[in-house]
């Protein structure tokens, strides 16, 4: 059964820094590409950023680009998201999750709990 769990959630002042970690359990990562979501009390989920199986290929939404970094170790079998510049617009709970299929981006099918980020003004 793959497991993930998301840590490294807080609260921090406008224009610090926190990095998440995805740690999975059941599946080693190294095949399977990786992403983080996040969503806020009554909106739809949103995608954040992305990167390959093989790390080669990140993805963001516009509104972190040049702020988060998306990376993976795959020694660890961990993803992380390095969030810097934080924004009061960033708080949210913060997902990752992985395709069900090897090597292939989209269609997410495991998540984790989630990790809240609270970005004070």
């Known amino acids: 059964q793959v497991q993930l769990v998301e840590s490294g959630g807080g609260l921090v002042q406008a224009g610090g820094s926190l990095r998440l970690s995805c740690a999975a359990s059941g599946r080693t990562l190294s095949r399977f590409a990786a992403g983080w979501f996040r969503q806020t009390p009554g909106k739809e989920r949103e995608f954040v950023a992305a990167i390959t199986w093989s790390g080669t290929g990140t993805y963001y939404t516009d509104s972190v680009k040049g702020r988060f970094t998306i990376s993976r170790d795959n020694a660890k079998n961990t993803v992380y998201l390095q969030m810097n510049s934080l924004k009061p617009e960033d708080t949210a709970v913060y997902y990752c999750?992985?395709?069900?299929?090897?090597?292939?981006?989209?269609?997410?099918?495991?998540w984790g709990q989630g990790t809240q980020v609270t970005v004070s003004a």
């Open positions: 999750a992985t395709p069900s299929q090897p090597y292939m981006m989209g269609s997410y099918d495991y």
